[in-house]
């Protein structure tokens, strides 16, 4: 028995659609292409000896490459990253007391190293840093410590990226 009389329906017919361009017929059935694809297609009656010449190969992902540190961008942001650094815990000077200045010293210190040897632009600013400087104020037992890596980090995060993108607009007008 037929599947369509089971359920009571006519018999299903497929006509070609026909398109009315200037010599093309595009016949249209299910499961069959009339293109053939950029490559053969294995089949279990192909040769088992069959090679491709040049096989489908996906492209290599593109790598973005950061650029080297700048020396002079690290001096001026370390400079400006101290000031404003002193700006903001200056008004907790119930926390750091007498070791306010060794404070900013030992962050400036860790965020000039980052600055010089691994920031490349935005997308590089990295949160080891920021942990490395409540690390080394907790074992010189400074206080403060974890006031000092937050408001390190969320200066950072402010004005890094954006201070890297003037440095390198104005640079680059003078060239």
């Excluded at 540190?69 to 926390?95: D, G, H, N, Y």
Aim: some cysteine; glycine content about 2%.
């Amino acid at each position: 028995m037929a599947l369509n009389n089971i359920f009571n329906t006519p018999p299903l017919t497929i006509t070609p659609a026909k398109t009315p361009f200037i010599t093309t017929l595009i016949l249209r059935t299910p499961c069959i292409s009339l293109y053939s694809p950029p490559y053969p297609i294995l089949s279990s009656s192909s040769s088992p000896n069959l090679t491709f010449t040049n096989p489908p190969r996906a492209s290599p992902p593109q790598k973005y490459t950061y650029p080297d540190p700048i020396p002079e961008f690290a001096e001026a942001e370390t400079r400006k990253f101290r000031a404003e650094l002193l700006k903001k815990l200056s008004k907790e000077s119930e926390t750091f007391g007498n070791d306010l200045d060794t404070v900013i010293d030992v962050c400036a210190e860790i965020f000039s190293n980052f600055l010089h040897q691994e920031y490349g632009g935005p997308g590089t600013l990295l949160v080891e840093p920021f942990t490395d400087m409540l690390i080394a104020l907790k074992e010189r037992k400074l206080p403060g410590a974890p006031l000092a890596a937050r408001t390190s980090l969320l200066w950072a995060q402010n004005y890094v990226d954006k201070d890297w993108e003037i440095w390198n607009s104005i640079s680059n007008s003078q060239i």
